[in-house]
């Protein structure tokens, strides 16, 4: 993906940052949280980039114990989410007619669970 083309086709313009959390969001396998991009950016910058990404719906947020969880927006998946240890699983996605824009399931994992 050309994190460039997408920052600019949604008019925002291209910093070496952007493009940068762009790339690591376009890697990732889960949401991510600020702590897991370890950019060298403080937390005012990054909060100020994803809100401006979420407004251009490049990406989806997910609150968890009132912290942000980003994705790309144009590879929704469904999750099953823990509410102990902040793992994500994959689920499968609801077959519903329209257009889905985030599917969470929340709860304890099996792992948090025994203990
Ligand atoms: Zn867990």
Redesign the pocket.
Known sequence: MNARKLLQDHGISVSDLRVQMIEILARARAPLSFESFSLDANKTTFYRNMELFEKEGIVVKTELDRKGFYELADRVRAYFV??????FQNIQMPKLDGKIKSVLVKG??Q???EE
């Open positions: 823990c509410e102990v240890c902040h793992e304890v994992c792992k948090c669970d």
